[in-house]
Each structure stands twice: as structure tokens, then as C-alpha cells.
């Protein structure tokens, strides 16, 4: 014998076991057979619609923007990626001693203008015992490189100026 469910599509019938349920009405509060609204029900409070519950306000404004981090990282790529270069040359190579006569000019370019130095080295080496022509080239872009490169800097330490 298969036992029957209550489903949506067909109540189970009521057995005479258990008394058959009183309707109900919508929450008025009148359920009672007198109809007098006695009810010992808790009357039903709409409860306000809530939002899902998250660690974020709703409209956050980035401490920082993408701009200024990748400004940052350029920036320090640049303070860091010539100055080793350099000082790679300085310790394995023999250029920077072959293109500059003292250490005057190697220190000042080595602290402000990096890219410019290691360039003018380079060109010094490549063919002959100075720089000349088309050499000059890469040399002006270098110094392009650390003018933007000292800019950049300015502009973010000193960001209202």
C-alpha cells in the first residue's frame, strides 16, 4: 500500500482522527468564531526592505587612484633600474672610468641625471673613444627620459603645486 503526501495538487483528505482547520483570515485580528478580534496573536509588522549585509559603504571614493599608483611605479622604476645599471657598470665594466675623467661628473649624473650617464658611457664604447653623430641620439633621449623623470617626481611628492 503507497502512503499519500500532502502536495499542492492534492490536499490530503482529513481523517476523523484530527478535527478539520479553521479558515484563517489575512491578519485583522478577527480570527476568533465570535468574530470580536480576542486574537492572542502578535499582529503581523511589515519589515522594511534590507539591503545585503556587506563590509563596504555604499559609494566609497578610492584613497588612490590607478594614475597615481602607476605614476608611482614608473616613477621608482626609474630611480632604481638606471642608478643599478650604473653601478653594474661601475663594478664589471670600464667605461664609465673611459668617458669620464674624474668622479665629479660620474656622481652628479649618477644622482640626477642616471639615464643620461649610462647612455653617454655606452655611446663612448660602442665604436670609438667619444661620441659623435648619430651617437648623440639616444643620448637626447636619455635626458628626455630623466627631465620627465625628475618632473614625474615633482609632481608626486608635491601633488597641489
Not at 146 to 160: K, S, T
Amino acid at each position: 500500500m503507497r502512503a499519500s503526501y500532502p502536495t499542492a495538487y492534492a490536499p490530503m483528505p482529513a481523517t476523523s482522527d484530527h478535527p478539520p482547520a479553521r479558515p484563517s483570515s489575512p491578519g485583522r485580528g478577527d480570527d476568533t468564531p465570535d468574530g470580536d478580534g480576542d486574537d492572542d496573536r502578535m499582529p503581523t509588522v511589515p519589515t522594511p526592505a534590507t539591503k545585503p549585509m556587506t563590509s563596504y559603504p555604499d559609494h566609497v571614493e578610492p584613497a588612490v587612484s590607478d594614475g597615481v599608483v602607476w605614476s608611482w611605479f614608473i616613477f621608482l622604476n626609474w630611480l632604481i633600474w638606471p642608478r643599478g645599471v650604473f653601478l653594474m657598470f661601475w663594478i664589471f665594466g670600464s667605461e664609465l672610468g673611459r668617458a669620464f675623467d674624474g668622479w665629479v661628473v660620474p656622481l652628479l649624473g649618477f644622482l640626477i641625471v642616471p639615464c643620461t650617464t649610462v647612455t653617454y658611457a655606452i655611446m663612448w664604447g660602442t665604436s670609438s673613444d667619444r661620441v659623435s653623430g648619430v651617437e648623440w641620439v639616444p643620448v637626447a633621449i636619455a635626458f628626455l627620459l630623466d627631465v620627465w623623470g625628475l618632473a614625474v617626481g615633482r609632481r608626486l611628492l608635491h601633488p597641489g603645486r
